[in-house]
C-alpha cells in the first residue's frame, strides 16, 4: 500500500493488450534521525486491471496492490543490460485519499463529469468484479453482541 509518485502510464502492446506501470512510495514504519523513510517501488499491471488503474488512479492517491514479485531483464538503448524488480500487480484496490485530490480533479471523482465532457461509463463486471444486491449483506453486530 502506497501512493503513486505519478500518474500511471497506460501503453498498448502490438497484440492490443493493455499494459499500466507506475511507482508506489511506501512508508517505512520506522525513522531514521526523526525523518520518514520511503520506498519507491515499481509496478505493472495488465488488462482490465490496468485500465481500471489509468482510469480511476493519479499522482498522490493511496492504491493497495496484491500481486508478485518480479524480475526481469532488458537491454537499454545504449546496449547496456538493466535488471528490473517489480510488483506484478492482480488487483489493486482504493484505501484512502489525498486530502486536496477533490479540488484538484474533479473530473476524477465518481459520478461528475464537467460540463461538456463525456465518458462512457464503466461497470462493475467491466473491471471483474462481482455486485451483489442488499440482500447478500447482513448487518454486522455491535460490539455488545459478540459472544466473546
Not at 489509468?54 to 496484491?66: E, H, L, N, P, Q
Not at 528490473?84 to 489493486?92: L, Q, R, S
Not at 461538456?116 to 461497470?123: H, L, M
Amino acid at each position: 500500500m502506497g501512493r503513486l509518485t505519478a500518474d500511471p502510464e497506460l501503453r498498448t502492446t502490438q497484440t492490443g493488450k493493455s499494459v499500466v506501470s507506475f511507482s508506489l512510495a511506501v512508508d517505512r514504519d520506522f525513522q531514521q534521525s526523526g525523518e520518514k523513510q520511503a520506498d519507491f517501488i515499481s509496478v505493472v499491471a495488465w488488462g482490465k486491471t490496468a485500465e481500471f488503474i489509468d482510469k480511476y488512479f493519479r499522482k498522490g492517491r493511496m492504491i493497495a496492490v496484491v500481486g508478485r514479485i518480479q524480475t526481469r531483464t532488458y537491454t537499454d538503448k545504449d546496449g547496456n543490460n538493466r535488471k528490473v524488480v517489480e510488483i506484478v500487480a492482480d488487483k489493486v484496490s482504493f484505501t484512502g485519499e489525498k486530502a486536496d485530490t477533490a479540488a484538484q480533479e474533479p473530473s476524477r471523482i465518481e459520478g461528475y463529469e464537467p460540463a461538456g465532457k463525456t465518458r462512457s461509463p464503466v461497470s462493475a463486471a467491466d473491471v471483474g468484479y462481482e455486485s451483489g444486491t442488499p440482500e447478500d449483506f447482513a448487518e454486522v453486530p455491535s460490539d455488545d453482541d459478540l459472544p466473546f
